[in-house]
């Protein structure tokens, strides 16, 4: 089993920067691969960028490569989005995510923090 709780949403202006936090527990997290995975209501959930915990394999999505930076912290179990560049499209849930695979099923999921990016 792993817990996810994300943190670090808010309210920002178009071209602002947000940092997401997703504190993670359970055992063999080394094991996971961790993502971030952003939706908007009435929409299917989208994939934003996904990582080993080593940081040798990441992925992203072509709407946030260069403006998006997933990093993690193996020592304190936690998972960061760095966020620049926001724009309003980029409103949405974003929740954070653990699985097996860099961009397949995930099979754990934090609450979900809310961004908000104003024009």
């Known amino acids: 089993q792993v817990q996810l709780v994300e943190s670090g949403g808010g309210l920002v202006q178009a071209g602002g920067s947000l940092r997401l936090y997703c504190a993670a527990s359970?055992?063999?997290?080394?094991?996971?691969?961790m993502g971030w995975f952003r939706q908007v209501p009435g929409n299917k959930r989208e994939f934003v960028a996904s990582?080993?915990?080593?940081?040798?394999?990441?992925s992203y999505a072509g709407s946030v490569k260069g403006r998006f930076t997933i990093s993690g912290d193996s020592a304190k179990n936690t998972v960061f989005l760095q966020m620049n560049s926001l724009k309003p499209d980029d409103t949405a849930v974003y929740y954070c995510a653990a699985g097996f695979q860099l961009t397949g099923t995930f099979d754990y999921w934090g609450q979900g923090t809310q961004v908000t990016v104003s024009s």
């Open positions: 359970g055992r063999t997290l080394s094991r996971y691969f």
């Open positions: 990582m080993n915990w080593s940081g040798t394999s990441i």
